[in-house]
């Protein structure tokens, strides 16, 4: 599958612990990003990285949350001291890169975060 | 900054009929235009996206949109539906001014009656 893959699919955590969510883009891109959807919402955009950059977390909440993609593996979404309200589910996608096009963007299955 | 509204929350309609979903956005100069769909538990799949050009865009499984610059509306269209096209349609909308980042509307939940 040369998909976007995140995993995991399902992870429950209790308030309080720390939740690592991942992605691997699609092969060949170099582009991710980050989104939430709460329950019947739209997706929310949290941050946009490239490989060892953070290029707009303009999305993401001040605290507790924080992103990479390093150079080797995949890009991780943490985030610290759950609450209840961190419930969600959280999309990854991947694009190319093509400067001063906005590339279609491929997603993942995400993540299903609950909070206990 | 770039805003995207679908009136429509929910859309009920027969399989066979045909299916439009609105979507009006808002920005400064010509945006780049995406719908998506989104199965239940699943991730979001690109149906179609408009950049540029011919204002009819064809995606995939049968669906087409069409840009009215004049209306700021970039609406989904199907002739007939098939039951498996009962989901979540998402449109969005993203700008190289804003960076890659795209903003979606609220989405329209799609019912197929048989």
């Known amino acids: 599958n040369a998909g976007v893959m995140q995993n995991p699919r399902h992870l429950v955590r209790r308030r309080g612990q720390e939740a690592r969510l991942r992605c691997s883009p699609m092969?060949?891109?170099?582009?991710v990003y980050w989104y939430r959807q709460l329950p019947e919402e739209g997706l929310k955009f949290m941050v946009y990285l490239q490989k060892e950059n953070i290029i707009d977390e303009s999305g993401m909440p001040k605290e507790r949350f924080s992103a990479e993609f390093p150079k080797e593996g995949p890009s991780i979404l943490r985030i610290q001291q759950v609450v209840r309200g961190d419930s969600a589910a959280y999309f990854c996608?991947?694009?190319?890169?093509?400067?001063?096009?906005?590339?279609?963007?491929?997603f993942g299955d995400g993540t299903r975060l609950s909070i206990l | 900054a770039q805003s995207v509204t679908q009136p429509d929350i929910h859309i009920t309609v027969s399989e066979g009929a045909s299916l439009e979903l609105r979507c009006n956005y808002s920005?400064?100069?010509?945006?780049?235009l995406f719908w998506y769909v989104q199965s239940p538990g699943q991730g979001l799949q690109l149906l179609l996206k408009y950049f540029s050009g011919d204002t009819l865009v064809q995606g995939i499984k049968g669906f087409e949109a069409e840009f009215k610059r004049s209306q700021s509306s970039f609406n989904l269209r199907k002739p007939s539906v098939h039951w498996s096209d009962a989901a979540e349609y998402f449109c969005a909308v993203g700008a190289p001014a804003a960076g890659n980042k795209l903003t979606f509307g609220g989405g329209t939940r799609v019912l197929v009656k048989p």
């Open positions: 920005y400064g100069a010509t945006p780049y």
């Open positions: 092969k060949g891109h170099s582009h």
């Open positions: 996608a991947s694009s190319l890169d093509r400067q001063g096009i906005v590339q279609p963007q491929h």
